[in-house]
């Protein structure tokens, strides 16, 4: 089925392209039908899966991972053009529909688009150019050794002959790919469009509102729907006024789900109506019996209370140790301590989620806006008694996320109801629901010690973290008994030991404690990043003042010492692939002072600069903002500096600048944002009590710098965000003198201008 046509657009190209007599890479098999066969990802990928060309030389490219905003639905095509020589006035692009079996791994997060696909689409386009030259050669009779390309064209250059794609798609059609190792991807001196600003692909259907996103997904006889949970996180629906909501205009269907269904999905209410709005209206009449459940118990003044009482006792456990820290203290000439918070925080996408279905004859068709489509596929068969070869997913583009969609609860939810109802229904999320049901960005407590020697040079580290832990999960039916501990750390709350200055300080250590949550919580834009930055790099600046030194050459000292081995060389902070390297930080390091004129300028009373780097999801990114602070502590930033190291090519500089210009204003207004509970509840609820910056607050001015390493690229959507946070509480320092250790801002009594 399709939203606007019964011919989809897979069966579509099919068509054309085979009956045009041109070259169709792709597979023949269904969504999922491959996986079904036992395939899943561990097949190599194939070129058949992501390129066609039809007879006329159109080229078409399948983006093969979900689009949020953060533009790799043509980063991807980009690199798959570029090895195929393609002529870009002749690509169209198409999003692939979920298939891990021809596409691989398909997700959206953690900042691994581009290092998971960096070789592997290139691969993709140079073996669609061999076949493409290989079907010349045999019409031609010549070796394929002496044939090169041009855009859109094969050429013989002896001969004096040259002929478009379209001449041989359909030759190339019926051969075999190359093995891809074997494919001689292009001399980086070539490119055309790797390192070029390339526009997005939906640039002119979003800005002329063209439907494109999931909650434009229309079906015939669609039914709209909400889903009402408990008011406390994770609490279940009892019995509900269900007769009565269903006798009010326009409702269809009213039914309680009376359990969690996997995936994080929740007990809850669904009202499913002739239109969105009277399912909503209808949701005003609810009323609903709830066993609140042990959340009911949360709020975040018992945490604060609590976190305190933990931090003088002694910690449950201990991260990291390095070194004689309480001797090192001792003898230290000077230490500095210090208490530093952070909140809960809502991801708070523009569009709230959303999902569309319809189940019939035992097959569920889903479109779901959705970070991680591959990992729901399961959880799906299971709770309609299904199997995950009967599922079909398409990927419609989301306006925005930050880690949201990477949960797919509301995705299992719409799936639930749409077996019950029988009919095709799209559930949407108010934003009331969005803001209340989060998967919230943890909050967090550090108690710090750290200890300078006569020199100021910092010689020991402590901090006592405090964070959460949810009740471990019961095995699975027939699974033999837990072992271990009955509870684990709430997701996204713990401190890897190896976080800056981890092993660039002799004397270090780490610990942890826990208190229980029922509030649910996971990946924020850079998760952990996003808040421990804060923490680090505002101790490290209190640490360097206390040591009266310029806060960038006290933190390139730090990064000029010797680091403790690692027990094996592997992602650091920030994940597997690249890691930390103190020599491409102390490169951004320098290259953000100097762009910056840090030091060298003078600045008016009140306004001043402040600095801080972080390494997260392998991006080494340094920041410098100007801050002025007025009588009244209403806040501008005037501009941000910033200097990243991403590898040794910017795949496509207009997004990557876009990608540093969100993540610099989503970390600003991170800066005055909170999450509150109070009985389990969340207080926030739209975003008059959830202000997140608006235009007029954002800097005029944010300055990008690359520093070009050898390395292959990495991903952008999320490094640049962390260090913009504690740069701009450094420089509050700097202006008025108040050290800023919780936020948000507004705690301390601060404000936009």
């Known amino acids: 089925m399709s939203p606007t046509m019964t011919l989809d657009r897979r069966d579509f190209l099919r068509v054309t392209a085979l009956a045009g007599g041109g070259f169709m890479i792709a597979t023949y098999l269904e969504p999922l039908d491959i996986f079904a066969q036992g395939r899943g990802n561990a097949?190599?990928?194939?070129?058949?899966?992501?390129?066609?060309?039809?007879a006329n030389g159109i080229v078409t490219i399948t983006a093969k991972n979900p689009e949020i905003g953060q533009g790799v639905k043509i980063m991807l095509p980009m690199l798959i053009a570029e090895e195929l020589d393609a002529d870009w006035k002749d690509v169209r692009i198409v999003q692939g529909d979920l298939n891990p079996a021809k596409y691989g791994n398909q997700s959206a997060g953690g900042s691994t688009a581009t290092p998971n696909n960096w070789i592997p689409m290139r691969q993709m386009g140079g073996a669609a150019r061999h076949m493409l030259i290989t079907a010349a050669a045999e019409q031609w009779g010549v070796p394929a050794s002496e044939i090169t390309t041009m855009p859109g064209r094969v050429v013989h250059a002896s001969s004096n002959r040259s002929a478009g794609y379209g001449q041989f798609a359909a030759a190339a059609a019926r051969m075999t790919p190359p093995a891809l190792a074997s494919v001689v991807m292009k001399d980086p001196k070539t490119y055309r469009f790797i390192g070029k600003p390339m526009p997005g692909v939906d640039n002119h259907k979003i800005v002329t509102g063209q439907p494109l996103f999931g909650s434009d997904i229309k079906l015939p006889g669609m039914l709209h729907g909400i889903y009402q949970r408990c008011p406390v996180i994770g609490g279940k629906a009892i019995s509900a006024n269900l007769e009565a909501i269903k006798a009010l205009p326009g409702i269809r269907h009213a039914f309680i789900i009376p359990?969690?269904?996997?995936?994080?999905?929740?007990?809850?209410?669904?009202?499913?109506?002739?239109?969105?709005?009277?399912?909503?209206?209808a949701r005003k009449q609810l009323k609903v019996v709830w066993d609140e459940g042990k959340t009911a118990a949360d709020s975040t003044v018992g945490f604060a209370t609590k976190a305190a009482a933990m931090a003088p006792m002694a910690p449950q456990s201990t991260t990291r140790a390095d070194g004689d820290v309480d001797a090192a203290l001792a003898g230290a000439a000077k230490t500095i301590e210090a208490a530093y918070a952070y909140p809960f925080l809502a991801h708070a996408p523009m569009e709230p989620p959303n999902a569309t279905a319809v189940f019939a004859n035992d097959k569920l068709e889903m479109w779901a806006g959705t970070q991680q489509p591959g990992g729901v596929v399961n959880t799906i068969a299971a709770a309609l008694a299904i199997t995950p070869a009967d599922i079909t997913v398409h990927l419609p583009r989301m306006g925005g996320s930050f880690g949201r969609r990477l949960y797919n609860d509301y995705v299992i939810e719409t799936a639930v109801i749409a077996k019950t109802i029988g009919v095709p229904v799209q559930i949407r999320w108010s934003r009331?629901?969005?803001?209340?049901?989060?998967?919230f960005r943890p909050a967090g407590y550090h108690h710090l010690k750290g200890g300078l020697d006569a020199s100021g040079s910092l010689v020991a580290w402590r901090n006592h973290f405090i964070s959460f832990s949810n009740e471990a999960p019961p095995p699975a039916a027939g699974a033999p008994a837990q072992q271990g501990p009955a509870v684990r750390p709430a997701p996204s709350s713990t401190l890897g030991a190896t976080e800056f200055p981890a092993r660039f300080v002799p004397n270090f250590a780490t610990h942890a404690s826990m208190m229980p949550l029922g509030v649910t919580t996971g990946a924020h834009r850079a998760p952990g990043a996003c808040s421990?930055?804060?923490?680090?790099?505002?101790?490290?600046?209190?640490?360097?003042?206390?040591?009266?030194?310029d806060p960038?050459?006290?933190?390139?000292?730090?990064?000029?010492?010797?680091?403790?081995?690692?027990?094996?060389?592997?992602?650091?902070?920030?994940?597997?692939?690249?890691?930390?390297?103190?020599?491409?930080?102390?490169?951004?390091?320098?290259?953000?002072?100097?762009?910056?004129?840090?030091?060298?300028r003078t600045l008016p009373k009140g306004t001043a600069m402040g600095v801080a780097f972080h390494f997260s999801h392998q991006g080494h990114f340094a920041e410098v903002a100007e801050v002025s602070v007025d009588a009244n502590k209403r806040i501008k930033v005037n501009k941000v500096w910033v200097a990243g190291d991403i590898g040794r090519h910017i795949i496509n500089p207009l997004n990557a600048e876009s990608q540093v210009h969100s993540a610099v204003i989503d970390g600003l207004s991170q800066l005055m944002l909170e999450?509150?509970?109070?009985?389990?509840?969340?207080?926030?609820?739209?975003?008059?009590?959830?202000p997140v910056l608006r235009m007029r607050q954002a800097p005029p001015v944010i300055e990008t710098h690359w520093l070009i390493s050898d390395n292959n690229p990495t991903g952008?959507?999320?490094?640049?965000?962390?260090?913009?946070?504690?740069a701009v509480t450094n420089a509050i320092f700097s202006?008025?003198?108040?050290?800023v250790r919780s936020l948000p801002l507004t705690k301390h009594g601060f404000s936009w201008r």
């Open 43 to 54: 097949a190599p990928l194939d070129p058949n899966a992501f390129v066609s060309i039809d």
């Open 259 to 281: 359990d969690s269904v996997g995936g994080g999905s929740m007990s809850g209410v669904a009202i499913v109506a002739d239109s969105w709005w009277y399912a909503e209206n």
């Open 432 to 439: 009331e629901d969005e803001m209340k049901q989060e998967v």
């Open 532 to 549: 421990l930055s804060f923490v680090m790099q505002s101790f490290l600046d209190e640490l360097a003042h206390a040591a009266g030194k």
């Open 552 to 600: 960038v050459q006290f933190r390139l000292d730090l990064l000029a010492r010797t680091p403790i081995a690692l027990p094996q060389q592997g992602g650091g902070a920030g994940g597997g692939g690249r890691a930390f390297s103190a020599e491409s930080m102390a490169g951004v390091l320098k290259l953000v002072a100097e762009k910056s004129g840090w030091g060298t």
């Open 675 to 690: 999450i509150t509970v109070d009985g389990g509840k969340v207080v926030q609820s739209n975003f008059d009590t959830y």
């Open 716 to 726: 952008l959507g999320e490094p640049a965000l962390p260090p913009i946070i504690p």
């Open 735 to 739: 202006a008025t003198g108040t050290r």
